[in-house]
Nanobody, 129 residues
């Protein structure tokens, strides 16, 4: 059973950058690289939105709203997923969550919450104008 914990959320001005981290605990050795992983966000009164996902070493998917500004990556040795967020906008203000599927799934880096079954508790990002 994998447990996830996010770090790095903070207040930032528009145009600034923030890097979020998501550490995985309790996973089996040598399988972290095979998990399907993703970042979601949720602003008050809105549905949870998938923004970036990765599967394997090369497959990534981004929401149109963040494409070109956000980058998802992972450090296998540290069992950590990252979300580098650049050129932040006030509409990026939200609670950010990381999510994991299982060993070898999902395979196509989807942005649907239903494709992931393990979630962190979230970290808040607030972007001021």
């Amino acid at each position: 059973q994998v447990e996830l914990k996010e770090f790095g959320g903070e207040p930032v001005q528009a145009g600034g950058s923030v890097r979020l981290s998501c550490v995985a605990y309790g996973h089996y050795a040598n399988t972290y690289s095979r998990y399907g992983l993703a970042w979601f966000r949720q602003a008050p009164g809105t549905a949870r939105e998938g923004i970036a996902a990765m599967a394997g070493d090369t497959k990534t998917t981004y929401a149109e709203s963040v494409k070109g500004r956000f980058t998802i990556s992972r450090d296998i040795a540290l069992s950590t997923l990252y979300l580098q967020m650049n050129n932040l906008k006030p509409e990026d203000t939200a609670m950010y969550y990381c999510a994991a599927g299982g060993v070898g799934w999902p395979t196509n880096a989807p942005l649907l919450p239903s494709e992931y079954h393990t979630w962190g508790q979230g970290t808040q990002v607030i972007v001021s104008p």
